[in-house]
């Protein structure tokens, strides 16, 4: 997978040569390069920013700097977008990942070649989802905003090339700049590429993974007892049908308290025995697809 990631601090990345992501880098599995934006820019200050049109404080990210840089990474002429009093309403030009509810969602984004992914606060919420339908891209190339933001028009004109264009926010709070947030993205889309995890099984049964996604089940090391505290005496049978029950419970239990919303999307069809029982003693109605709170 070959990622560029332009920014203005383009040293921020150093940290991707470390830990896993620098070993999938030495073994070929992806291939970093971090652009400074900067180096686009002509005039003496080398300045990527200008004052808000229509008033206000800040600094937005001009058009013109971020085109030049992103023509040469994507390998695109310039053009002129006919019709440009009509700013397209950045709402409707959102991934709200709709195209994820097909079948074959998880295996290709949703069109080939590159994929643009820009960090916005403002944006639907970047989830598991999106990291596996990204990993399955052969190019990714992320622009980290500063100031107020990038100029609206940038991802409206390269949609409007043909480009697969996101905008994702990481959560509901507003850092600096994309740098951390392309990096949260990054790390849990390499994670998601075959060979890049040492033990390929770690990642299939995971939290907010597969299609009916749970927080996972709490996890123990040794030794069975700490500090007075021990662990669940099943684990210790040795019979892994109850320890696949118990873990089960659990995280539908945890799934329960903290992210009910989960376990309204979970679909019921896919749901055993046991599980049904286990939600219907936690409040749930599981006889429509998806479960209600009685
Ligand atoms: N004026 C913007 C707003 O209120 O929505 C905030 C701009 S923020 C200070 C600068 C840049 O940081 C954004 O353009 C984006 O690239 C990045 N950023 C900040 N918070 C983010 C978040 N929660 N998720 C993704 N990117 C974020």
New binding site residues.
């Given amino acids: 997978m070959k990622i560029d990631i332009v920014s203005v601090f383009p040293e921020y990345f150093e940290v991707l040569n470390l830990s896993l992501l620098g070993k999938a880098q030495s073994k070929g599995l992806v291939e970093v390069t971090a652009h400074n934006l900067r180096d686009w820019t002509h005039d003496v200050h080398h300045s990527v920013d200008d004052t808000p049109v229509g008033g206000g404080a800040?600094m937005v990210m001009k058009p013109e700097v971020w085109s030049e840089c992103l023509d040469e990474l994507l390998q695109l002429e310039p053009a002129v977008i006919e019709n440009t009093e009509n700013i397209e309403d950045s709402a409707d030009s959102f991934d709200t990942g709709d195209s994820c509810d097909t079948a074959d969602s998880d295996t290709a984004p949703s069109s080939a070649g590159p994929v643009l992914i820009?960090?916005?606060?403002?944006a639907p919420l970047f989830t598991q989802q999106d990291a596996t339908e990204l990993s399955h891209a052969d190019h990714l190339l992320f622009g980290?905003?500063?100031?107020?933001?990038?100029d609206a028009r940038i991802p409206q004109y390269y949609r409007a090339q043909g480009i697969d264009v996101r905008e994702?926010?990481?959560?509901d709070?507003?850092?600096?700049?994309?740098e951390v947030?392309v990096s949260v993205m990054l790390e849990a889309i390499t994670r998601l590429l075959p060979g890049f995890m040492g033990n390929a099984a770690s990642i299939v049964e995971e939290s907010y993974t597969g299609d009916n996604a749970l927080l996972e089940h709490r996890q123990y090391t040794k030794p069975a007892e700490w500090r007075g505290i021990k662990v669940p005496d099943v684990l210790l049978s040795g019979n892994h049908a109850k320890v696949d029950r118990f873990r089960r419970d659990e995280a539908l239990e945890k799934t329960n308290e903290l992210r009910p919303d989960l376990i309204e999307a979970l679909d019921c069809a896919k749901l055993d025995k046991a599980d049904r029982k286990t939600l219907m003693a936690l409040g749930w109605e599981v006889s429509a697809a998806h479960p209600r709170k009685r």
């Fill in positions: 800040g820009f960090p916005n606060p403002s980290c905003g500063r100031y107020e933001g990038y994702y926010s990481i959560g709070y507003v850092l600096n700049g994309g947030a």
